[in-house]
Protein backbone atom coordinates (compact mmCIF):
# COMPACT_ATOMS: atom_id res chain seq x y z
CA UNK A 1 0.00 0.00 0.00
CA UNK A 2 0.89 3.69 -0.63
CA UNK A 3 2.49 5.13 1.85
CA UNK A 4 1.88 9.47 2.29
CA UNK A 5 3.78 11.71 4.17
CA UNK A 6 1.05 13.04 6.02
CA UNK A 7 -2.73 14.33 5.46
CA UNK A 8 -2.27 17.13 3.23
CA UNK A 9 -0.54 14.97 0.58
CA UNK A 10 -3.44 12.65 1.10
CA UNK A 11 -5.81 15.56 0.10
CA UNK A 12 -3.77 16.99 -2.63
CA UNK A 13 -3.42 13.66 -4.70
CA UNK A 14 -6.89 12.42 -3.92
CA UNK A 15 -9.15 15.48 -3.46
CA UNK A 16 -11.46 13.18 -1.77
CA UNK A 17 -15.38 13.66 -1.40
CA UNK A 18 -15.70 10.81 1.06
CA UNK A 19 -14.32 11.05 4.30
CA UNK A 20 -10.74 9.17 4.58
CA UNK A 21 -9.12 7.33 7.26
CA UNK A 22 -5.69 8.01 7.84
CA UNK A 23 -3.86 5.07 9.86
CA UNK A 24 -0.36 5.36 11.53
CA UNK A 25 1.01 1.74 11.98
CA UNK A 26 4.28 3.04 13.30
CA UNK A 27 2.02 4.80 16.28
CA UNK A 28 0.41 1.50 17.50
CA UNK A 29 3.01 -0.26 17.35
CA UNK A 30 4.89 2.19 19.64
CA UNK A 31 1.92 2.02 22.45
CA UNK A 32 2.13 -1.22 21.81
CA UNK A 33 5.62 -1.92 22.64
CA UNK A 34 5.60 0.96 25.57
CA UNK A 35 2.80 -1.05 26.95
CA UNK A 36 4.29 -4.74 26.72
CA UNK A 37 7.91 -2.80 28.04
CA UNK A 38 7.13 -0.66 31.08
CA UNK A 39 3.77 -1.97 31.89
CA UNK A 40 4.58 -3.98 35.11
CA UNK A 41 2.33 -7.52 34.32
CA UNK A 42 0.38 -8.46 31.48
CA UNK A 43 -1.07 -6.38 28.92
CA UNK A 44 -4.21 -7.15 27.20
CA UNK A 45 -5.94 -5.52 24.39
CA UNK A 46 -9.37 -4.58 24.22
CA UNK A 47 -10.60 -5.65 21.36
CA UNK A 48 -13.87 -3.31 21.36
CA UNK A 49 -11.85 -0.13 21.41
CA UNK A 50 -10.83 -0.43 17.71
CA UNK A 51 -11.16 -4.61 15.94
CA UNK A 52 -9.34 -3.66 12.16
CA UNK A 53 -7.92 -6.79 11.32
CA UNK A 54 -4.84 -4.39 10.71
CA UNK A 55 -4.50 -3.16 13.82
CA UNK A 56 -5.10 -6.36 15.92
CA UNK A 57 -2.19 -7.48 13.68
CA UNK A 58 0.00 -4.73 14.17
CA UNK A 59 -0.46 -4.99 18.13
CA UNK A 60 0.31 -8.63 18.40
CA UNK A 61 3.38 -7.84 16.14
CA UNK A 62 4.57 -5.19 19.04
CA UNK A 63 4.46 -7.95 21.96
CA UNK A 64 0.68 -7.60 22.51
CA UNK A 65 -0.14 -11.39 23.32
CA UNK A 66 -3.34 -11.49 25.28
CA UNK A 67 -6.72 -9.93 24.24
CA UNK A 68 -9.72 -9.02 26.22
CA UNK A 69 -12.79 -10.13 23.90
CA UNK A 70 -16.13 -8.86 25.26
CA UNK A 71 -18.47 -11.18 22.64
CA UNK A 72 -18.18 -14.63 21.11
CA UNK A 73 -17.83 -12.89 17.47
CA UNK A 74 -15.03 -11.53 19.29
CA UNK A 75 -13.63 -14.60 20.17
CA UNK A 76 -14.17 -15.27 16.90
CA UNK A 77 -12.76 -12.76 14.65
CA UNK A 78 -9.47 -12.80 16.95
CA UNK A 79 -8.68 -16.89 17.13
CA UNK A 80 -9.11 -16.79 13.26
CA UNK A 81 -6.62 -13.86 12.74
CA UNK A 82 -4.50 -14.36 15.38
CA UNK A 83 -4.66 -18.77 16.18
CA UNK A 84 -1.80 -18.29 18.78
CA UNK A 85 -3.30 -15.14 20.73
CA UNK A 86 -4.25 -15.96 24.55
CA UNK A 87 -8.42 -14.53 24.47
CA UNK A 88 -10.46 -13.42 28.05
CA UNK A 89 -14.02 -13.15 27.66
CA UNK A 90 -14.07 -10.13 29.93
CA UNK A 91 -17.69 -9.49 29.65
CA UNK A 92 -19.77 -9.96 33.11
CA UNK A 93 -23.00 -11.41 31.19
CA UNK A 94 -22.75 -13.54 28.98
CA UNK A 95 -24.79 -16.16 26.93
CA UNK A 96 -24.14 -20.04 27.82
CA UNK A 97 -23.78 -20.98 23.94
CA UNK A 98 -21.41 -18.33 24.31
CA UNK A 99 -19.25 -19.64 27.09
CA UNK A 100 -19.55 -23.28 25.56
CA UNK A 101 -17.95 -22.01 22.50
CA UNK A 102 -15.20 -20.20 23.53
CA UNK A 103 -14.19 -22.60 26.21
CA UNK A 104 -14.59 -26.04 23.54
CA UNK A 105 -14.17 -24.39 20.30
CA UNK A 106 -11.85 -21.58 20.86
CA UNK A 107 -9.88 -22.53 23.90
CA UNK A 108 -10.62 -19.72 26.18
CA UNK A 109 -10.11 -20.23 29.53
CA UNK A 110 -9.97 -16.91 31.16
CA UNK A 111 -13.81 -15.63 32.08
CA UNK A 112 -15.46 -12.73 34.22
CA UNK A 113 -18.76 -12.61 36.31
CA UNK A 114 -20.33 -10.38 38.95
CA UNK A 115 -22.72 -12.86 39.78
CA UNK A 116 -23.54 -16.25 41.32
CA UNK A 117 -25.89 -16.67 38.34
CA UNK A 118 -23.07 -16.06 35.98
CA UNK A 119 -20.83 -18.75 37.72
CA UNK A 120 -23.37 -21.16 37.66
CA UNK A 121 -23.65 -20.62 33.50
CA UNK A 122 -19.98 -21.15 33.03
CA UNK A 123 -19.58 -23.98 35.55
CA UNK A 124 -22.49 -25.57 33.14
CA UNK A 125 -21.28 -24.43 29.72
CA UNK A 126 -17.54 -25.47 30.57
CA UNK A 127 -18.30 -29.07 31.78
CA UNK A 128 -17.46 -32.28 29.90
CA UNK A 129 -19.61 -34.78 27.98
CA UNK A 130 -19.67 -36.98 31.56
CA UNK A 131 -20.80 -33.55 33.06
CA UNK A 132 -17.96 -33.30 34.45
CA UNK A 133 -16.49 -29.62 35.29
CA UNK A 134 -13.71 -27.86 33.99
CA UNK A 135 -10.24 -27.63 35.98
CA UNK A 136 -8.58 -25.32 34.02
CA UNK A 137 -10.15 -22.15 34.57
CA UNK A 138 -9.33 -18.64 35.35
CA UNK A 139 -12.62 -17.27 36.90
CA UNK A 140 -11.83 -13.20 37.49
CA UNK A 141 -14.70 -11.41 40.19
CA UNK A 142 -15.38 -7.99 38.57
CA UNK A 143 -15.50 -5.54 41.38
CA UNK A 144 -17.52 -2.53 41.43
CA UNK A 145 -15.40 0.93 41.85
CA UNK A 146 -16.02 4.10 41.08
CA UNK A 147 -15.22 6.00 37.78
CA UNK A 148 -15.18 9.62 39.77
CA UNK A 149 -11.87 10.54 38.55
CA UNK A 150 -12.95 9.48 34.25
CA UNK A 151 -13.93 10.50 31.94
CA UNK A 152 -16.59 8.33 31.12
CA UNK A 153 -18.20 6.40 34.05
CA UNK A 154 -18.40 2.80 33.78
CA UNK A 155 -19.27 2.41 37.53
CA UNK A 156 -23.29 1.45 36.66
CA UNK A 157 -23.96 -1.37 34.73
CA UNK A 158 -21.18 -4.36 36.08
CA UNK A 159 -19.24 -5.39 39.04
CA UNK A 160 -20.49 -6.83 42.46
CA UNK A 161 -21.01 -4.43 45.72
CA UNK A 162 -17.88 -4.70 48.07
CA UNK A 163 -20.70 -5.86 50.57
CA UNK A 164 -21.54 -9.31 48.10
CA UNK A 165 -18.27 -9.95 47.00
CA UNK A 166 -17.00 -11.97 49.88
CA UNK A 167 -19.34 -14.96 49.40
CA UNK A 168 -18.76 -14.89 45.67
CA UNK A 169 -15.40 -15.09 45.71
CA UNK A 170 -15.74 -17.96 48.27
CA UNK A 171 -18.17 -19.66 45.62
CA UNK A 172 -15.77 -19.05 42.71
CA UNK A 173 -12.97 -20.24 44.43
CA UNK A 174 -14.51 -23.89 44.57
CA UNK A 175 -14.24 -24.05 41.00
CA UNK A 176 -11.37 -22.40 39.71
CA UNK A 177 -7.53 -22.95 39.02
CA UNK A 178 -6.95 -19.26 39.07
CA UNK A 179 -9.30 -16.85 40.99
CA UNK A 180 -8.62 -13.09 39.95
CA UNK A 181 -10.28 -10.08 40.81
CA UNK A 182 -10.89 -7.54 38.19
CA UNK A 183 -12.47 -3.52 37.97
CA UNK A 184 -13.07 -1.13 35.38
CA UNK A 185 -12.12 2.93 36.31
CA UNK A 186 -14.14 4.17 33.73
CA UNK A 187 -12.71 5.60 30.55
CA UNK A 188 -9.96 7.89 29.80
CA UNK A 189 -8.61 8.06 34.16
CA UNK A 190 -6.63 11.33 34.33
CA UNK A 191 -5.53 10.75 37.43
CA UNK A 192 -3.30 7.20 38.52
CA UNK A 193 -5.08 7.65 41.84
CA UNK A 194 -7.58 6.51 40.19
CA UNK A 195 -6.45 2.95 40.57
CA UNK A 196 -5.06 3.43 43.68
CA UNK A 197 -8.60 3.89 45.38
CA UNK A 198 -9.92 0.64 43.17
CA UNK A 199 -6.94 -1.18 44.62
CA UNK A 200 -7.57 -0.37 48.07
CA UNK A 201 -11.37 -1.68 47.69
CA UNK A 202 -10.06 -4.92 46.16
CA UNK A 203 -8.14 -5.08 49.58
CA UNK A 204 -11.04 -4.89 51.66
CA UNK A 205 -12.87 -7.54 49.53
CA UNK A 206 -9.93 -9.76 49.83
CA UNK A 207 -9.50 -9.40 53.80
CA UNK A 208 -12.98 -10.35 54.04
CA UNK A 209 -13.44 -13.30 51.90
CA UNK A 210 -10.01 -15.10 53.07
CA UNK A 211 -9.28 -16.54 49.75
CA UNK A 212 -6.24 -17.08 47.94
CA UNK A 213 -5.95 -14.55 45.01
CA UNK A 214 -4.27 -15.45 42.05
CA UNK A 215 -4.95 -12.43 39.41
CA UNK A 216 -5.52 -8.69 39.82
CA UNK A 217 -6.64 -7.38 36.67
CA UNK A 218 -6.89 -3.60 36.82
CA UNK A 219 -9.01 -3.32 33.52
CA UNK A 220 -8.57 -0.12 31.24
CA UNK A 221 -8.89 3.38 31.94
CA UNK A 222 -5.56 4.31 30.90
CA UNK A 223 -5.50 7.62 28.92
CA UNK A 224 -4.47 9.07 25.94
CA UNK A 225 -4.42 13.17 25.17
CA UNK A 226 -6.85 15.11 23.53
CA UNK A 227 -7.44 18.93 23.70
CA UNK A 228 -8.64 19.80 27.48
CA UNK A 229 -7.34 16.74 28.53
CA UNK A 230 -3.82 16.27 28.98
CA UNK A 231 -3.09 13.59 31.26
CA UNK A 232 0.33 12.27 33.27
CA UNK A 233 2.78 10.42 32.30
CA UNK A 234 1.91 6.27 32.04
CA UNK A 235 4.78 5.58 33.84
CA UNK A 236 3.02 7.49 36.97
CA UNK A 237 -0.03 5.34 36.57
CA UNK A 238 2.54 2.10 36.51
CA UNK A 239 4.13 2.80 39.42
CA UNK A 240 1.39 3.08 41.47
CA UNK A 241 -0.73 0.51 40.20
CA UNK A 242 2.99 -1.80 40.63
CA UNK A 243 3.43 -0.65 44.58
CA UNK A 244 -0.33 -1.10 45.50
CA UNK A 245 -0.63 -4.58 43.87
CA UNK A 246 2.66 -5.40 45.73
CA UNK A 247 1.20 -4.40 48.90
CA UNK A 248 -2.10 -6.68 48.50
CA UNK A 249 -2.73 -10.01 50.74
CA UNK A 250 -2.71 -12.16 47.44
CA UNK A 251 -0.28 -15.23 46.21
CA UNK A 252 2.98 -14.84 46.51
CA UNK A 253 2.89 -16.00 42.23
CA UNK A 254 -0.12 -13.77 41.81
CA UNK A 255 -0.06 -11.87 38.30
CA UNK A 256 -0.98 -7.98 37.43
CA UNK A 257 -3.14 -7.47 34.31
CA UNK A 258 -4.13 -4.89 33.03
CA UNK A 259 -6.77 -4.25 29.37
CA UNK A 260 -5.77 -1.40 27.78
CA UNK A 261 -7.82 -0.24 24.65
CA UNK A 262 -8.21 3.51 23.99
CA UNK A 263 -4.14 3.72 25.43
CA UNK A 264 -3.19 1.40 22.80
CA UNK A 265 -5.29 2.91 19.75
CA UNK A 266 -6.38 6.29 20.04
CA UNK A 267 -3.02 7.55 17.94
CA UNK A 268 -3.49 4.85 14.89
CA UNK A 269 -6.23 6.77 13.32
CA UNK A 270 -7.30 10.43 12.34
CA UNK A 271 -9.90 11.11 9.52
CA UNK A 272 -9.72 13.75 6.96
CA UNK A 273 -13.30 15.62 6.66
CA UNK A 274 -14.45 18.17 3.68
CA UNK A 275 -16.78 20.66 4.52
CA UNK A 276 -19.84 21.23 2.86
CA UNK A 277 -21.13 24.10 3.81
CA UNK A 278 -20.70 27.02 6.43
CA UNK A 279 -23.45 28.50 8.49
CA UNK A 280 -21.94 31.13 10.89
CA UNK A 281 -19.92 29.03 13.12
CA UNK A 282 -21.60 25.59 12.41
CA UNK A 283 -19.52 23.66 9.59
CA UNK A 284 -21.31 20.56 7.70
CA UNK A 285 -18.44 18.18 6.83
CA UNK A 286 -19.09 14.90 5.48
CA UNK A 287 -18.73 12.84 9.05
CA UNK A 288 -20.85 12.53 11.81
CA UNK A 289 -22.39 11.07 14.78
CA UNK A 290 -23.45 7.66 13.31
CA UNK A 291 -20.17 7.69 11.73
CA UNK A 292 -16.69 7.67 13.10
CA UNK A 293 -17.28 10.70 15.30
CA UNK A 294 -20.09 9.11 17.13
CA UNK A 295 -17.95 10.33 20.69
CA UNK A 296 -17.95 13.93 19.80
CA UNK A 297 -21.92 14.00 19.47
CA UNK A 298 -23.02 11.60 21.98
CA UNK A 299 -20.48 12.25 25.05
CA UNK A 300 -19.21 15.75 23.36
CA UNK A 301 -15.70 14.65 23.25
CA UNK A 302 -13.43 17.14 21.67
CA UNK A 303 -10.93 15.85 19.06
CA UNK A 304 -7.93 17.51 17.77
CA UNK A 305 -8.95 19.08 14.42
CA UNK A 306 -6.29 20.95 12.03
CA UNK A 307 -6.97 22.67 8.62
CA UNK A 308 -5.46 21.04 5.66
CA UNK A 309 -5.59 24.49 3.43
CA UNK A 310 -2.58 26.37 3.00
CA UNK A 311 -4.33 29.72 1.69
CA UNK A 312 -6.18 30.21 5.55
CA UNK A 313 -4.42 33.56 7.02
CA UNK A 314 -6.81 33.82 9.95
CA UNK A 315 -6.26 33.28 13.45
CA UNK A 316 -8.40 30.23 15.08
CA UNK A 317 -11.95 30.55 16.64
CA UNK A 318 -14.57 27.97 17.57
CA UNK A 319 -16.96 25.78 15.43
CA UNK A 320 -19.40 23.34 15.89
CA UNK A 321 -19.92 20.38 13.28
CA UNK A 322 -23.11 18.79 11.56
CA UNK A 323 -22.60 16.00 9.83
CA UNK A 324 -23.96 14.34 6.66
CA UNK A 325 -27.40 12.67 8.05
CA UNK A 326 -30.31 14.52 7.63
CA UNK A 327 -30.75 14.33 11.80
CA UNK A 328 -30.91 16.72 13.71
CA UNK A 329 -28.36 14.68 16.48
CA UNK A 330 -25.71 14.22 14.38
CA UNK A 331 -24.26 17.64 15.61
CA UNK A 332 -20.52 17.91 17.57
CA UNK A 333 -20.83 20.72 19.40
CA UNK A 334 -16.80 20.99 20.09
CA UNK A 335 -15.75 23.17 19.83
CA UNK A 336 -13.54 23.20 17.46
CA UNK A 337 -10.81 25.76 17.40
CA UNK A 338 -10.09 26.25 13.15
CA UNK A 339 -9.20 29.28 11.01
CA UNK A 340 -11.97 31.93 10.86
CA UNK A 341 -12.00 32.57 7.09
CA UNK A 342 -12.42 28.44 7.21
CA UNK A 343 -15.37 27.67 4.53
CA UNK A 344 -17.18 25.13 1.77
CA UNK A 345 -14.47 22.97 -0.26
CA UNK A 346 -12.47 22.89 2.52
CA UNK A 347 -10.64 20.13 4.02
CA UNK A 348 -9.76 19.36 8.08
CA UNK A 349 -8.33 16.80 9.30
CA UNK A 350 -9.54 15.20 13.11
CA UNK A 351 -6.87 13.66 14.93
CA UNK A 352 -6.99 10.69 17.91
CA UNK A 353 -9.74 8.84 16.13
CA UNK A 354 -8.26 5.37 16.33
CA UNK A 355 -10.01 4.56 19.70
CA UNK A 356 -13.48 4.23 18.64
CA UNK A 357 -14.04 5.98 16.02
CA UNK A 358 -13.78 3.01 13.56
CA UNK A 359 -15.71 0.77 15.87
CA UNK A 360 -18.73 3.15 15.76
CA UNK A 361 -19.31 3.47 12.18
CA UNK A 362 -22.68 2.97 10.54
CA UNK A 363 -24.14 3.34 7.14
CA UNK A 364 -27.21 5.42 8.44
CA UNK A 365 -28.76 7.32 5.33
CA UNK A 366 -26.53 5.92 3.20
CA UNK A 367 -22.88 7.74 4.44
CA UNK A 368 -20.49 6.38 6.20
CA UNK A 369 -18.03 5.18 3.37
CA UNK A 370 -14.48 5.69 4.26
CA UNK A 371 -11.45 4.94 2.08
CA UNK A 372 -8.20 4.18 4.85
CA UNK A 373 -4.68 5.08 3.71
CA UNK A 374 -1.68 4.55 5.50
CA UNK A 375 0.23 7.91 6.48
CA UNK A 376 4.06 8.84 7.68
CA UNK A 377 3.39 11.56 10.44
CA UNK A 378 3.03 11.67 13.65
CA UNK A 379 -0.18 11.82 15.36
CA UNK A 380 -1.67 15.14 16.57
CA UNK A 381 -1.02 13.83 20.17
CA UNK A 382 1.09 11.22 21.60
CA UNK A 383 2.14 9.88 25.08
CA UNK A 384 4.67 7.51 23.68
CA UNK A 385 7.38 10.22 21.55
CA UNK A 386 9.41 11.84 24.82
CA UNK A 387 8.06 15.09 23.53
CA UNK A 388 4.76 16.07 25.43
CA UNK A 389 5.87 18.33 28.50
CA UNK A 390 4.68 17.00 32.20
CA UNK A 391 1.06 18.85 33.07
CA UNK A 392 2.14 18.32 36.41
CA UNK A 393 4.84 20.54 36.16
CA UNK A 394 4.79 24.66 36.31
CA UNK A 395 7.52 27.26 35.85
CA UNK A 396 6.28 29.22 39.10
CA UNK A 397 6.59 26.33 41.32
CA UNK A 398 9.98 26.02 42.45
CA UNK A 399 11.29 22.59 43.74
CA UNK A 400 12.71 21.69 47.19
CA UNK A 401 14.33 18.46 46.51
Given at each position: ??????????????????????????A?A???????????????????????????????????????????????????????????????????????????????????????????????????????G??????????????E?????????????????????????????????C?????????????????ER???????????????????????????????????Y????????E???????????????????????????????????????????????????????????????????????????????????D????????P??????????????????????????????????????????????????????????????
Amino acid sequence: MHIYPDATAVVRALAPDEPVICNRPHAAARAARFFAEKFPGKSMYAVKANPTPELLQILWDSGITHFDVASIAEVRQVRELLPEATLCFMHPVKTKSAIAEAYHVHGVRTFSLDTHEELAKIVEATADAAGEGATDLNLLVRLRVSSEHSELSLAAKFGVDLVDAASLLQAVRQHCDALGICFHVGSQAMTPFAYVQALERVRAAIAEAAVTVDIIDVGGGFPSSYPGMEPPPLEDYFALIHRHFEALPISYSAELWAEPGRALCAEYSSMIVKVEKRRGDELYINDGAYGALFDAAHVAWRFPVRALEDDLTQGDEEFSFYGPTCDDADYMKGPFMLPADIQAGDWLEIGMLGAYGAAMKTRFNGFGTAEAVIVADEPMASLYTGERADPRQSDNVVSLR
